[in-house]
Structure formats: structure tokens, C-alpha cells
């Protein structure tokens, strides 16, 4: 069965930090994604890694990806307010573009001034 | 917005009701799916439609039935459903090319969903 974990759940930093959200998960997978979600909101998506060792970035946030490792990080880079909302990584189910996805617990990221 | 709508928003429903979650994508998109988002649980796949053929049903309990009448709605229809039912639900849609599914998948805003 797959699993996707993240740590941590919670995290809450000043802004001007950096920090980084893991995102583990137990068998291969083909892509993942980064997704946010505000409070009251739906999901947002964030980023699609499509292979081992992609990296993507967009303002502040970076994400990459380790097959091997089946590892996914998402660095925060010098934190702002804005960047408070709830992240979810998300893996495909089965091997092969199935759209069928797990997501982890998400990470609720609190930047305080 | 993403191009996914739902309705309604919010709904409240007792155990023995009979009710429709609907759900509409204007991007073109010919896979569609469903989720529960539940308090302190993962997102949860419940329903995925792919050219209007149900590719997965993610052993969910039959008081729900989804309906895909084309690839742009999706229904969930709700029946004698369960305190623990109650939840945010999501619906989503994504490109694809059947069988597989290639692209992300944009979510609408939800139906709050109340199980009295």
C-alpha cells in the first residue's frame, strides 16, 4: 500500500526564514506534485515533478525530487505572511499516469511577523 | 478560479435524506474525480471518471453514487449517509488520454457537507 508522509504537520516561523517541508512516500512513483490549500479554500497547485533530481521554483518556494530516495522536499526561502496556508505533496497511486493520487497529511505553515 | 465549480457550498443533510453534490469543469479536461477531505485526515480519492468510464472506486461505501453524464459534469449523489460522512468534499478534473492520465489536476472550491 502507498504511503505518503510529511513532516512536519505544523511549522511555525518568522518571516525572513528559510525552512523546508518534507514529503516521503513508500513505492515508486512516476510524478509527484505540491499542492496549497488556504484556510476555507480548495487545493492550489503548486508544482508537477515529472523525474529524479527535477527542481522547480517559483517566487519563494522550491521544490525537488529524489526517486531513490522517494523523497520530495519543498524549501521556503526568506518566509512571508503570505506564505501561510496548509502544503500537500501528492503521489500517483499505481506506476503509469493514472491520476489517481495519495496525498500526505499536509504541513500547515504559520509565518509570523 | 480554477474552472471548476460546485454547488452547492454548504449543505446540511439528516441521515435519512436524499441529496446531490454537482460538479462542473470549463477547461476542456476529460478525466474527473472526487474527494473527501475529512478534519486531521489526508486528502482521500474516492471516485475517478476518465472519458466518462469509472476507472476507480476507492472501496467506498455505496450510500454514494457518482454520476458522470459527459466529461464536464460529475455528480455524487448522497443517501441515508452517516455522521462520520460529513466532510469537505473536492471535485477535480484533469487532461488525459485514455487509459492513462496526463497532466494536474485543478481542483473546485468544495461542498462543506454537514451529516445531521
Known amino acids: 500500500e502507498l504511503k505518503v508522509e510529511q513532516n512536519p504537520l505544523f511549522l511555525s516561523m518568522q518571516e525572513g526564514k528559510n525552512y523546508t517541508i518534507y514529503c516521503n512516500y513508500s513505492?515508486?512513483?512516476?510524478?509527484l506534485y505540491w499542492y496549497r490549500q488556504d484556510p476555507g479554500k480548495s487545493l492550489e497547485s503548486l508544482f508537477v515533478l515529472l523525474s529524479n533530481g527535477a527542481v522547480k521554483q517559483e517566487g519563494r518556494l522550491m521544490a525537488s525530487l529524489d526517486t531513490k530516495a522517494r523523497l520530495s522536499t519543498l524549501h521556503i526561502t526568506a518566509a512571508v505572511h503570505d506564505l501561510s496556508a496548509t502544503y500537500f505533496c501528492?503521489?500517483?497511486?499505481?506506476?503509469?499516469?493514472?491520476?489517481?493520487?495519495?496525498f500526505g497529511q499536509g504541513t500547515t505553515l504559520q509565518v509570523k511577523p | 478560479e480554477t474552472g471548476v465549480t460546485q454547488t452547492p457550498r454548504h449543505l446540511v443533510m439528516g441521515m435519512t435524506n436524499k441529496k446531490s453534490l454537482k460538479c462542473e469543469q470549463h477547461l476542456g479536461h476529460n478525466a474527473m474525480y472526487w474527494y473527501k477531505q475529512s478534519a486531521k485526515k489526508p486528502l482521500e480519492l474516492m471516485f475517478v471518471?476518465?472519458?466518462?468510464?469509472?476507472?476507480e472506486n476507492n472501496s467506498v461505501p455505496s450510500r454514494f453514487s457518482p454520476e458522470c453524464p459527459n466529461s464536464s459534469h460529475l455528480f455524487l449523489h448522497l443517501h441515508t449517509l452517516q455522521p462520520e460522512d460529513s466532510a469537505l468534499y473536492l471535485c477535480?478534473?484533469?487532461?488525459?488520454?485514455?487509459?492513462?492520465?496526463?497532466?494536474?489536476?485543478?481542483f473546485g472550491p468544495g461542498t462543506r457537507l454537514t451529516v445531521l
Open positions: 513505492t515508486t512513483s512516476d510524478r
Open positions: 501528492a503521489v500517483d497511486m499505481l506506476p503509469g499516469n493514472t491520476g489517481k493520487l495519495i
Open positions: 477535480a478534473s484533469s487532461q488525459g488520454d485514455f487509459p492513462t492520465v496526463t497532466d494536474t489536476q485543478y
Open positions: 471518471y476518465n472519458f466518462k468510464e469509472q476507472t
